[in-house]
């Protein structure tokens, strides 16, 4: 095994040590596991497996001395809170996605000048399957600009329908505040399944094609699935159509609202983004 094949197999910090710039001082979280709902399978939906993480930090040099004062370091529990608080964004299907949105908050901290992340799953086999990668401030996809509160706009079957729908999307444009648009009703009825859980995906797939009718009547209307693209769109002033069922599978905290409550949805989206309000489309 030469040399480079040894490090890219080597533990992170070993990696970091080989990489290490400028002789910066590290800090790293090892053998981190913690039991979590990830995977993009079905069979992964619903139960835990065992997920280990491992995080190298390179750390810039302190403009002034330490004198042993704790604020001045970058702290262990940023590398635990970030791991946490990536978790409970929303359910994630990929490893890659979670050891990005890790990276992603430890280098929010103008202290971490890099960090390697690894990240594995143990419970898939007899073997340990992981992603790692290294990543930069200037690589990190910070967020480089405040997400503006939106209005909630609840758009029922007959409002799509309507002739004159373009003009009362003109009417919601007036003020500058970006729009987001919920599905208030299931415009077409699909089949009943014997089983809870699937009737729930079938409820969720009739809100998304009602989602994609709305959007076929009208051009603004840019069907939306997940807070990433929710707020892009914000910062762009986009009018969106929210397709719930991705968010509301992923979601992690709390009690999500069903399929046919709309209007819970609408709710539960609006506290999430802070909404200014939640209003119906005038019909």
Not at 138 to 156: C, K, T
Not at 254 to 265: A, C, S
Request: aromatic fraction near 4%; charged fraction near 30%.
């Amino acid at each position: 095994m030469n040399d480079e094949t040894r490090r890219a197999f080597a533990h992170p910090e070993a990696r970091a040590l080989h990489l290490s710039r400028d002789g910066r001082d590290r800090i790293s979280l090892r053998d981190y596991v913690l039991e979590v709902e990830i995977g993009a399978f079905q069979a992964e939906r619903g139960t835990r497996q065992r997920v280990r993480f491992n995080v190298v930090v390179e750390v810039r040099a302190a403009a002034e001395t330490l004198a042993d004062d704790v604020d001045k370091i970058l702290s262990y529990d940023t590398l635990t809170e970030a791991i946490h608080g990536a978790l409970a964004e929303e359910r994630i299907n990929l490893l890659e996605t979670l050891a990005e949105r890790v990276a992603d908050r430890i280098l929010s901290d103008p202290k971490a000048a890099r960090a390697f992340v690894r990240i594995e799953k143990l419970d898939r086999g007899p073997f340990a399957l992981g992603v790692e990668i290294v990543r930069t401030p200037e690589e990190a996809q910070r967020i480089a600009s405040p997400v503006p509160r939106p209005r909630l706009v609840r758009v029922h079957a007959a409002a799509i329908a309507a002739p004159d729908l373009s003009a009362r999307l003109d009417a919601l444009e007036t003020d500058g505040v970006p729009v987001i648009l919920c599905i208030a009703e299931i415009a077409r009825e699909g089949p009943r399944a014997a089983h809870p859980a699937a009737q729930r995906r079938i409820d969720l797939l009739a809100l998304e094609q009602t989602a994609w009718m709305l959007a076929g009547r009208d051009p603004r209307c840019v069907v939306v699935d997940s807070r990433t693209e929710i707020d892009w769109a914000l910062r762009q002033g986009q009018m969106t159509v929210w397709a719930p069922g991705k968010m509301l599978l992923d979601a992690t905290d709390g009690p999500v609202p069903e399929p046919r409550d709309t209007e819970g949805q609408a709710a539960w989206l609006a506290a999430r983004l802070d909404a200014l309000e939640v209003r119906g489309l005038d019909l």
